[in-house]
């Protein structure tokens, strides 16, 4: 059964750093991508970073480039989001997520997500 824990979140003041960590288990050999994805009060889950496992070729949604950094370590299965410059506009729930693809198929799984919060 695949499981995606989040740590690291919690209350930080605008202009610091926060760093959110999640740790896979469970079919961890089929994992394709690593990412985390953010959701404010009223708003839509968004896109905020992805690493792809094997090659670890990042990609992240424009307002958090130059920002936040994802790293992997594939011997630990984890991901890690390093978040520097915060603003209020990062206030979110961040959502780990994992993408695996077996025979063509991908299937996506969520973690339970943090809390942060950035102070103006």
Request: aromatic share 10%; net charge neutral.
């Given at each position: 059964?695949?499981?995606?824990?989040?740590?690291?979140?919690?209350?930080?003041?605008?202009?610091?750093?926060?760093?959110?960590?999640?740790?896979?288990?469970?079919?961890?050999?089929?994992?394709?991508?690593?990412?985390?994805?953010?959701?404010?009060?009223g708003?839509?889950?968004?896109?905020?970073?992805?690493?792809?496992?094997?090659?670890?070729n990042?990609?992240?949604?424009?307002?958090?480039?130059?920002?936040?950094?994802?790293?992997?370590d594939?011997?630990?299965?984890t991901?890690?989001?390093?978040?520097?410059?915060?603003?209020?506009?990062?206030t979110?729930?961040?959502?780990?997520?994992?993408q695996?693809?077996?025979?063509?198929?991908?299937?996506?799984?969520?973690?339970?997500?943090?809390?942060?919060?950035?102070?103006?």
């Amino acid at each position: 059964q695949v499981q995606l824990v989040e740590s690291g979140g919690g209350l930080v003041q605008s202009g610091g750093s926060l760093r959110l960590s999640c740790v896979a288990s469970g079919h961890t050999e089929r994992t394709f991508s690593m990412g985390w994805f953010r959701q404010a009060p009223g708003k839509e889950r968004e896109f905020v970073a992805r690493i792809i496992w094997s090659g670890a070729n990042t990609f992240y949604e424009d307002s958090v480039k130059g920002r936040f950094t994802i790293s992997r370590d594939t011997a630990k299965n984890t991901v890690d989001l390093q978040m520097n410059s915060v603003i209020p506009e990062d206030t979110a729930v961040y959502y780990c997520n994992r993408q695996e693809i077996v025979a063509g198929t991908i299937s996506t799984y969520w973690g339970q997500g943090t809390q942060v919060t950035v102070s103006s």
